[in-house]
């Protein structure tokens, strides 16, 4: 029987039966140490750079250890890669068939009961139809007559932002269950049943932190029957837990519950009057809310926030309290039942956020154009995940590419409670010093200068002339990627040539697609561009950051966590600030170089990586590339690797 070894070396069976696969030591020094986990029941932790093949180095020792495995990804795009591609490819490959199962949460599954009645009646796409010219409901109510899965991702042209999605999909609050006329064909109950049955599990983040905090029912026997929970892009499970394991209420979910409530009553079989004075309570306290905050932009601090609101929300959590109480008097009715449910866990919510002690979680109101949300984030999730894990004795295995600030990974560990797993390390085998150059312009005006966009732009600007497009432009700001795409465009003809493609102007995906098809655009992008981003060959050759990622310390969460961590002793400069911006930084910066063919210039334009101290940190954190001062050798590499003349621009 061949070993992990001889699997991945040469004329193993992945190079024998994948014609891109190369042989790589890296890629099966992570096998053998994924294997072991499994086999141990251990957690373990792996930073494996880019370039090391990290989802074949887990799927093999997964699919050859014959256990039941649950995988998490960060993106849906990575569960549809594992699912559609890379698991099949690994099975074939090593002759290990097995039953995968990918799952999604239910706000991707059509449901046929929202859908309604009519599609059988609705004609097939008639050859040589254009499908786009048809409207978005039509074209999914066509895909529901042969869909399998219910998988919303198959219908051809439906953008993540079509409001249609919100139509025909269900959520906890508005899906029927057993009620249901539709359950037996519901895609959701189906893709779980499947899910249940598999032995490999492909799920995401969201669903898998639904699971592990208790707010999603049936998934239980999902991770409980795993022998092994593989999450894969791990870096983000820290920020992600700390939304679930804390807690939001928003107007807009308690108007959802009174209009569906309201929708019942006028159906009948309700007593009206009562309920209809309790709901119209409510409405009320939502208004009187929505009115204090009114002309107040961006989120407020529960110190700013209590002495406007306190009063308006102590009236809605009773009168919530009133509407569950009217709901569950008299005789018991399903319909009601249900939205008894749905109004008591609001007031919960609301009661866990107003009463929250401070040293706990951060709190802030979020205005909105109609209404408000409100938000809690505890401080110290670690107990809670160290707990959930701990009560599931099964191998726990953390990837990504950016888990470690140099050999220490005690800030990913210690914030989600595993610092008695074991680590490990591996570095990128690209040849970074060969394939790119980092280039760290001098004399720049510091970042919170009016003057500083200006310049970041005439860097990216001659920048991207000796480059010929192929550029992320990369800012840490929306105000700024609006502000710079504007000034970029006002440039007009000498800059018309690149196609520029701007964040928020079209879906991501869209936007991904465009620039790779184009090959010589420009895109300014802010967070989203900042990580999960795969670009690999000439279309992307320049990547330029307008500054360094550090949080907003005007965002009322980040100031609340950096108070709680003052309060205790630490430094929260040193302990959270700078290790959130250096993980960052090393994303945005491992945007470049996706292959051993990529090449380029990475441009970071914030003097503070060499005027301040803790510059060493962040550079420390970054790939071994070649660095420079100079704007000349950033354009003569550019040049030279292009096989371009220089801009008469440049200056040295």
Not at 119 to 127: K, M
Request: hydrophobic share 45%.
């Amino acid at each position: 029987m061949l070993d992990l070894q001889d699997i991945f070396g040469p004329a193993g069976p992945l190079e024998a039966a994948l014609p891109d696969f190369t042989v790589r030591e890296p890629q099966w020094r992570m096998a053998e140490r994924v294997a072991s986990a499994i086999a141990q029941r251990e957690a373990l932790v792996i930073e494996a750079g880019t370039g090391t093949g990290k989802t074949f180095a887990y799927l093999v020792p997964a699919l050859l250890s014959g256990a039941r495995v649950l995988i998490s990804t960060g993106t849906r795009t990575l569960q549809d890669q594992l699912y559609a591609k890379d698991l099949p490819l690994v099975a074939r490959a090593l002759g290990r068939p097995a039953t995968v199962a990918l799952l999604k949460g239910r706000s991707n599954y059509l449901c046929r009961y929202r859908l309604g009645p009519g599609e059988s009646a609705l004609p097939l796409p008639l050859a040589g139809e254009d499908a786009m010219a048809v409207s978005p409901l039509e074209r999914i109510r066509r895909w529901a007559l042969n869909t399998r899965s219910g998988d919303l991702a198959e219908v051809s042209g439906l953008a993540d932002s079509d409001p249609v999605w919100g139509e025909v999909t269900s959520t906890r609050d508005n899906c029927l269950g057993v009620r249901c006329p539709e359950l037996s064909r519901c895609h959701v109950a189906l893709a779980r049943r499947a899910a249940i049955e598999a032995d490999v599990v492909i799920v995401n983040h969201h669903l898998l932190l639904a699971d592990l905090a208790l707010k999603e029912d049936g998934f239980g026997d999902l991770l409980g029957a795993a022998d092994a929970v593989i999450l894969d892009e791990a870096h983000q499970i820290a920020d992600l837990a700390t939304q679930f394991f804390g807690a939001e209420v928003g107007s807009r979910r308690i108007e959802t519950l009174l209009a569906d409530l309201e929708a019942r009553v006028r159906q009948g079989g309700a007593p009206a009057r009562a309920l209809l004075e309790t709901t119209g309570a409510v409405r009320a306290c939502l208004a009187h809310v929505a009115q204090a905050l009114e002309g107040r932009g961006g989120r407020l601090e529960w110190a700013e926030a209590e002495p406007l609101l306190g009063a308006d929300l102590a009236r809605l959590r009773a009168h919530l309290g009133e509407l569950t109480e009217r709901l569950r008097g008299g005789e018991p009715e399903a319909p009601l039942a249900a939205f008894a449910e749905r109004s008591a866990e609001l007031a919960a919510i609301l009661e866990r956020i107003v009463s929250l002690d401070s040293l706990e979680g951060a709190r802030c109101v979020q205005p909105l154009r109609r209404g408000f949300t409100l938000s809690l984030m505890p401080f110290d999730i670690a107990p809670r995940f160290q707990g959930l894990v701990r009560a599931r004795p099964c191998a726990w295995i953390f990837t990504s590419a950016t888990l470690s600030l140099g050999e220490d990974f005690s800030h990913f560990t210690s914030r989600l409670g595993l610092t008695e797993a074991d680590t490990l390390r591996i570095d990128s085998p690209f040849d970074f010093a060969r394939q790119s150059l980092l280039y760290l312009p001098e004399a720049l005006p510091a970042p919170h200068s009016p003057e500083h966009l200006t310049a970041v732009l005439r860097v990216a600007r001659t920048l991207v002339e000796a480059a010929d497009g192929g550029a992320f432009v990369l800012f840490t700001s929306h105000r700024s990627l609006e502000r710079a795409a504007a000034l970029w465009r006002a440039a007009g003809a000498p800059l018309a040539r690149w196609r520029l493609l701007v964040q928020g102007e079209a879906p991501r995906e869209r936007l991904l697609q465009a620039f790779r098809a184009d090959g010589n655009a420009v895109l300014f992008g802010t967070a989203s561009f900042w990580e999960g981003v795969d670009v690999k060959g000439d279309a992307l050759r320049l990547v330029v950051i307008e500054k360094l990622p550090f949080a907003s310390p005007d965002d009322p969460l980040v100031r609340a966590r950096i108070a709680h961590l003052e309060s205790t002793g630490a430094n929260a400069f040193r302990d959270y600030q700078l290790p959130e911006a250096a993980l960052a930084l090393k994303q945005g910066v491992g945007r470049l170089i996706r292959s051993e063919q990529d090449f380029g210039v990475v441009a970071i334009c914030d003097p503070r990586l060499g005027t301040r101290g803790y510059g060493k940190v962040l550079l420390a954190a970054l790939p071994p590339m070649t660095r420079t001062h100079r704007q000349a050798d950033a354009v003569e590499f550019l040049g030279r690797r292009l096989g371009t003349t220089l801009p008469r621009e440049a200056v040295p």
